[in-house]
């Protein structure tokens, strides 16, 4: 999984964490294509590898404990997002 310096900055150097804490749930669109692009590459090596290293997995459960009280529609969107793009590995998982 490749996390950009722009997902860094934002999760550690913005303070986007602090931010929800504090209750501001805004974001500005390059913040939110920034988290899309963060969960396009986590899954995208899921499908590419069939597996993610432990370490990929704790940061991107690192970053859904930040998104998941977050009340605004777009957070909300993109957390569905992740939940349909998990939907659609497991739904492609032999059985």
Do not use: H, W
Request: glycine share 6%; proline share 3%; aromatic share 12%.
């Amino acid at each position: 999984m490749k996390i950009s310096e722009e997902y860094k900055r934002l999760m550690f150097d913005d303070g986007l964490p602090e931010r929800f804490r504090a209750g501001d749930f805004g974001l500005l669109e390059e913040e939110l294509v920034t988290l899309r692009d963060f969960v396009d590459s986590f899954y995208a090596s899921a499908r590419d590898n069939g597996y993610v290293p432990l370490e990929d997995f704790t940061t991107f459960m690192d970053f859904l404990a930040v998104i998941r009280d977050a009340d605004s529609s777009a957070v909300q969107n993109l957390i569905a997002e992740v939940f349909m793009k998990s939907s659609e590995i497991r739904n492609g998982l032999p059985k």
